[in-house]
T-cell receptor, first 112, second 113 residues
């Protein structure tokens, strides 16, 4: 299983871009990078995922380095509601179902 | 409908009780998951069901007994739990045949007294 490393915590000023890094140096060629977030005491929420190209949706952008050993999640204009734990996950396969194994994540605090 | 519904939202049970947690989804997802989450920790995978069959059991004690009676429903039967089993229990579902995101329920907050 590819393991991910994230900083335990980050702060960001409201209205500024939040850039959350993730290292996944042992990622395999067919493994995707997924990002989820978990607001306090709620279920995790999917944000975005990618294989090797950069991706953008209405919530965020995902930048994956060319060697795929690291990625950055960008929240372009952070709001107070973006305060959450952000998890970077590399998907692994097991039989016909695919595990989703969480690392320790980054606690993002958006400051007013 | 992109919801995973978990019931109950909160549960308090004694160590001799038997109770069940329920999870339901109507997205046609054939993979369903149970996670356990302690305070300030990431979710830990417990069980994975694929096409209503148990495919992964992460060495979970037998006092936790999962059941998948049909493709929309996932249960977790609880018996003789310990206080350290108090946690947030999360259910998730996702498609199997192609790479899609997982949808999570809001969880059941379980307290064992």
């Amino acid at each position: 299983d590819a393991k991910t490393t994230q900083p335990p915590s980050m702060d960001c000023a409201e209205g500024r871009a939040a850039n959350l890094p993730c290292n996944h140096s042992t990622i395999s060629g067919n493994e995707y990078v997924y990002w989820y977030r978990q607001i306090h005491s709620q279920g995790p929420q999917y944000i975005i995922h990618g294989l090797k190209n950069n991706e953008t949706n209405e919530m965020a952008s995902l930048i994956i380095t060319e060697d795929r050993k690291s990625s950055t999640l960008i929240l372009p204009h952070a709001t107070l509601r973006d305060t959450a734990v952000y998890y970077c996950i590399v998907r692994v396969s097991s039989g016909s179902a695919r595990q989703l194994t969480f690392g320790s994540g980054t606690q993002l605090t958006v400051l007013p | 409908d992109t919801e995973v519904t978990q019931t109950p939202k909160h549960l308090v049970m004694g160590m001799t009780n038997k109770k069940s947690l329920k999870c339901e989804q109507h997205m046609g997802h054939r993979a369903m998951y149970w996670y356990k989450q302690k305070a300030k920790k990431p979710p830990e995978l417990m069980f994975v069901y694929s096409y209503e069959k148990l495919s992964i059991n992460e060495s979970v004690p037998s006092r936790f007994s999962p059941e998948c009676p049909n493709s929309s429903l996932l249960n977790l039967h609880l018996h003789a739990l310990q206080p350290e089993d108090s946690a947030l229990y999360l259910c998730a579902s996702r498609g199997v045949l192609r790479d899609t995101e997982a949808f999570f329920g809001q969880g059941t907050r379980l307290t064992v007294v």
